[in-house]
């Protein structure tokens, strides 16, 4: 058994915590301690990591007993055995019929024709951001409100609302206490629960509105489902992309001749894109499974029973993949990485998610060539605490 005990808080963005190297090296799969008191264990090597995520023998169903959570007081317990589960939270056969339909909604085709609208919206907020006072908050006028925009249109929300999903989600995946979380968790399933009544009364051309359709043509509207569906995309579908774009943005700025390469050659942006999200791994601790059956791994033995943790930072720095993980390389061609998962519950938005990132990153430093960090990198106010990664402010000047 480590000593280290999750989930570990993140400082310096441009290094992985000094325990992760070394588990890595002495074993990349080790038992530890979880803060409920529980232990799992920790797979932190990039092979590994894939192996679990890719075996059917390691469940999502957080309702599973030894499923590694680190929070075990009744009231979380209660609120996983009751609400329907997420997408996320199923295995076989019940994850791929709930996934299949919604795929669709992530096509290429599909995506092709939402082009247009994000790069609208990203130059709407570039020209707010022109027209505005130096230095800019570039969280606020640009990271958060873009992803938040394009989701809201995706699913049918009033972007009106956002200020109202922007803080409980903040909020859900920060290290606040245990009765904040569990309040926001409640205010926007609450929110979102009304949100699908008024839909199913009249659906709309979105995502939520098609689903109700579907559902109505093939028998009866699951309700609750629609709920989760729309709990997951509206949280995962902007939290974690706000705080790419942000960290990327620091990263660029901070290794110009790694800006260079994009600027002198746009078409290696999205080359870029999947460096940036392999480096910064912002979900980090978050993928977790308990074994349903003993296995072996990594020329460990795993009982049936046991929680896992696949650190995707950890296995995104894995030297025996990534030559200099450490060094940000956007020209290292790196699409292999964890950052989305791997395997049946790989992110289901992950494309949305890649051309998010490639046109604002495009679009921000083409429209605005002298733009820089108003405060040193290292000065910067980094969510440590938070289970999703990123800065709660970047100033910006150009």
């Given amino acids: 058994m480590t ?45 590994e990591g894939r192996a679990v995520l890719a075996d059917p023998r390691f469940s999502s169903d957080k309702r599973k007993d030894g499923f590694p959570l680190y929070s075990l007081d009744p009231a979380t317990l209660r609120q996983l055995r009751e609400q329907p589960p997420l997408l996320l939270g199923m295995d076989g056969a019940e994850h791929a019929a ?9 096509t290429v085709r599909r995506l092709a024709a939402l082009r247009p609208r994000i790069q609208s919206i990203t130059d709407r907020f570039v020209d707010g951001l022109l027209a505005g006072e130096r230095p800019a908050d570039l969280v606020r006028a640009l990271s958060l409100p873009v992803p938040s925009l394009v989701i809201c249109e995706l699913l049918g929300v009033p972007y009106a609302d956002h200020d109202f999903f922007q803080s409980r989600a903040a909020m859900m995946v920060s290290r606040t206490s245990l009765e904040d979380r ?12 009304d949100l699908v009544t008024r839909k199913e009364s009249a659906p709309g051309d979105d995502l939520l509105g098609r689903q109700i359709a579907r559902q109505r043509q ?47 050659d746009p078409a290696r942006t999205p080359m870029a894109v999947e460096e940036l999200l392999r480096y910064f791994a912002v979900a980090d601790g978050v993928t977790t499974r ?41 020209e290292r061609g790196a699409r292999h990485h964890l950052a989305f998962g791997f395997g049946p519950h790989q992110c289901l938005g992950q494309n949305l998610a890649r051309m998010e990132l490639e ?29 999703v990664y990123g800065v709660h402010k970047l100033p910006v000047t150009w």
């Fill in 3 to 47: 000593n280290l005990k999750l989930p570990v808080e993140r400082g310096c963005p441009f290094a992985t915590p000094p325990a992760y190297e070394r588990l890595r090296e002495q074993a990349p799969i080790s038992k530890v301690r979880l803060t409920s008191g529980g232990e799992a264990w920790w797979v932190s090597g990039h092979e």
């Fill in 98 to 106: 709930a996934r299949r339909p919604v795929i669709g909604e992530f």
């Fill in 182 to 193: 569990q309040r926001a968790f409640a205010e926007l399933r609450a929110y979102l629960d």
């Fill in 218 to 264: 093939e028998g009866a509207v699951d309700h609750g489902s629609l709920v989760s569906l729309a709990f997951l995309l509206l949280t995962a579908g902007h939290e974690t992309t706000a705080n790419m774009i942000s960290l990327g943005v620091v990263g660029l700025l901070s290794r110009p001749e790694q800006l260079a390469v994009i600027m002198d």
């Fill in 290 to 330: 308990v074994a349903t059956e003993d296995v072996r791994i990594g020329g460990v033995s795993i009982r049936a029973g046991e929680g896992v943790v696949v650190s995707t930072l950890s296995a995104n720095w894995d030297p025996a993949v990534f030559t200099e993980p450490g060094e940000l390389d956007v």
């Fill in 359 to 387: 046109i604002v990153f495009g679009t921000l430093f083409r429209r605005i060539p002298g733009l820089r960090l108003a405060v040193p990198a290292e000065e910067l106010p980094y969510k440590a605490e938070a289970v």
